[in-house]
């Protein structure tokens, strides 16, 4: 592939998926405001608030650390986009497959959470000071069961010799759910659960919305943020989401359509991609809209207990199950 | 240059040329938006529901991982115990631990 066709269709990635991302955010509003009887913004309301945020002041608090508050939106933003371009595409492979595997793209999904905790830190505010020591915490949380859903996954993958485990187009093009036994595909639903728990913790939705928790620490971490900073924010939030929701696809459904339609060529790619794109809404919208719909908000240290013992337990439940799935398929 | 870590694997460089694509991006959006804010104004202050922020108001840093500690209260508080303060208590641990990762890399 040549230089030039690299970046052109990372840009297009990259593009698309701020697109993609700005417009989930609006049918997760529409969808969620329609569930509690509301008429809800219009779908195209992400945007508005993305071009108002531009229009807005950009406010460096007096007591900030001035070049870590404002060098966090961007670090968060690199990181969301970039993990985009490791994860495939529908029937696409990562635009970046070779140079990074499943391993880096959990930890770009942990960097934009680092970069608003840090920001919240050097904003001197004590609210948001708060927010950003919640999100570190809430990072210790969750990782371990994430961790462990990937290890879980790959672990199975290795054992079946259908190549470098750990890259997302291997995962990819080999669905487990057909090449395990009982035990295994038993192994694989309770990971993709924990996985789907997971996915809100990651994203800071309700109920794990608690390093922004508006009610009571008025917006944390991002209280200080404004205009094109808190614009880029917005934007890597969006981003991530997306790029969240396509990691599990990828790891537990990445089925096409086109074939067992009998659809060929561009058509299929189409079909394919369209029904990747579904895909990815579908794991967004049950993980995040309707959970954040039908709960309030958790405690800190509910979080903390609930991921530390009831999920990383349900985690490595899944992959024992896996482990035995192995040993009695060999 | 490609870093291999056994099974898995990365590339820096790739990761820094696709970090400079989205900081051109972002840094157009950036050159589109407000730059300005009243400087010297009550705007630079910390937002604290109009209340003025009291000296030194911060959380100390042995408050950062509260909802850790009390979340998994009991825990803390065991690995807290094997904390005497005596070295000989910390080296006594150290060497334990070092002959049960032999015996395992052994077996």
Same mark, same amino acid.
């Given at each position: 592939?040549?230089?030039?066709?690299?970046?052109?269709?990372?840009?297009?990635?990259?593009?698309?998926?701020?697109?993609?991302?700005?417009?989930?955010?609006?049918?997760?509003?529409?969808? *969620?405001?329609?569930?509690?009887?509301?008429?809800?913004?219009?779908?195209?309301?992400? !945007?508005?608030?993305?071009?108002?945020?531009?229009?807005?002041?950009?406010?460096?608090?007096?007591?900030?650390?001035?070049?870590?508050?404002?060098?966090?939106? !961007?670090?968060?933003?690199?990181?969301?986009?970039?993990?985009?371009?490791?994860?495939?595409?529908?029937?696409?492979?990562?635009?970046?497959?070779?140079?990074?595997?499943?391993?880096?793209?959990?930890?770009?999904?942990?960097?934009?959470?680092?970069?608003?905790?840090?920001?919240?830190?050097?904003?001197?505010?004590?609210?948001?000071?708060?927010?950003?020591?919640?999100?570190?915490?809430?990072?210790?949380?969750?990782?371990?069961?994430?961790?462990?859903?990937?290890?879980?996954v790959v672990w199975r993958l290795r054992a079946l010799e259908v190549g470098p485990a750990f890259?997302?187009?291997t995962?990819? *093009?080999?669905?487990?759910?057909?090449?395990?036994?009982?035990?295994?595909? !038993?192994?694989?639903?309770?990971?993709?659960?924990?996985?789907?728990?997971?996915?809100?913790?990651?994203?800071?939705?309700?109920?794990?919305?608690?390093?922004?928790?508006?009610?009571?620490?008025?917006?944390?971490?991002?209280?200080?943020?404004?205009?094109?900073?808190?614009?880029?924010?917005?934007?890597?939030?969006?981003?991530?989401?997306?790029?969240?929701?396509?990691?599990?696809?990828?790891?537990?459904?990445?089925?096409?359509?086109? *074939?067992?339609?009998?659809?060929?060529?561009?058509?299929?790619?189409?079909?394919?991609?369209?029904?990747?794109?579904?895909?990815?809404?579908?794991?967004?919208?049950?993980?995040?809209?309707?959970?954040?719909?039908?709960?309030?908000?958790?405690?800190?240290?509910?979080?903390?207990?609930?991921?530390?013992?009831?999920?990383?337990?349900?985690?490595?439940?899944?992959?024992?199950?896996?482990?035995?799935?192995?040993?009695?398929?060999? | 240059?490609?870093?291999?870590?056994?099974e898995?694997?990365?590339?820096?460089?790739?990761?820094?040329?696709?970090?400079?694509?989205?900081?051109?991006?972002?840094?157009?959006?950036?050159?589109?938006?407000?730059?300005?804010?009243?400087?010297?104004?009550?705007?630079?202050?910390?937002?604290?529901?109009?209340?003025?922020?009291?000296?030194?108001?911060?959380?100390?840093?042995?408050?950062?991982?509260?909802?850790?500690?009390?979340?998994?209260?009991?825990?803390?508080?065991?690995?807290?115990?094997?904390?005497?303060?005596?070295?000989?208590?910390?080296?006594?641990?150290?060497?334990?631990?070092?002959?049960?990762?032999?015996?395992?890399?052994?077996?």
């Open positions: 592939m040549s230089g030039v066709h690299l970046v052109w269709q990372a840009a297009a990635v990259m593009v698309g998926s701020g697109v993609v991302g700005l417009v989930y955010k609006g049918l997760d509003r529409k969808l *969620a405001a329609r569930m509690q009887a509301r008429v809800g913004p219009p779908l195209r309301q992400p !945007f508005l608030d993305l071009g108002k945020l531009l229009m807005k002041e950009t406010v460096v608090p007096r007591d900030a650390v001035g070049w870590l508050f404002s060098a966090m939106p !961007f670090l968060a933003a690199v990181a969301s986009f970039t993990a985009l371009l490791y994860l495939p595409w529908g029937p696409f492979p990562p635009i970046l497959r070779g140079y990074g595997d499943a391993v880096l793209v959990l930890y770009l999904l942990a960097v934009p959470a680092l970069a608003m905790a840090l920001g919240g830190f050097a904003s001197g505010s004590p609210l948001a000071t708060v927010g950003g020591q919640r999100e570190i915490v809430m990072l210790m949380s969750y990782e371990f069961p994430l961790a462990v859903a990937l290890v879980g890259s997302l187009a995962i990819s *093009a080999n669905p487990l759910w057909t090449a395990v036994g009982p035990l295994g595909v !038993f192994g694989l639903a309770i990971l993709l659960g924990c996985l789907l728990v997971v996915t809100p913790a990651e994203l800071s939705k309700i109920p794990f919305d608690i390093p922004e928790a508006e009610t009571e620490i008025a917006g944390g971490l991002m209280v200080e943020y404004s205009g094109t900073y808190l614009a880029l924010f917005y934007l890597a939030d969006a981003v991530k989401t997306v790029a969240m929701a396509a990691l599990v696809v990828t790891l537990f459904i990445p089925y096409g359509i086109a *074939a067992p339609l009998g659809v060929k060529g561009v058509g299929g790619q189409v079909l394919d991609v369209a029904f990747f794109l579904v895909k990815v809404f579908v794991v967004m919208f049950a993980a995040v809209t309707t959970v954040r719909v039908a709960m309030a908000r958790f405690k800190v240290d509910q979080v903390v207990r609930g991921f530390w013992l009831q999920i990383t337990a349900a985690a490595v439940a899944g992959l024992v199950l896996l482990v035995l799935d192995k040993a009695v398929m060999g | 240059m490609r870093l291999v870590t056994g898995g694997y990365w590339s820096p460089l790739a990761w820094l040329a696709a970090a400079a694509g989205v900081l051109l991006l972002a840094g157009l959006l950036w050159s589109r938006g407000r730059r300005d804010w009243k400087r010297g104004t009550e705007e630079e202050l910390p937002f604290l529901s109009g209340e003025a922020a009291p000296e030194g108001a911060r959380v100390g840093g042995q408050h950062l991982y509260w909802g850790f500690v009390e979340g998994l209260r009991p825990y803390v508080e065991r690995l807290r115990a094997f904390h005497s303060g005596f070295v000989a208590d910390y080296v006594a641990w150290f060497v334990v631990v070092l002959a049960m990762a032999l015996l395992v890399a052994m077996v």
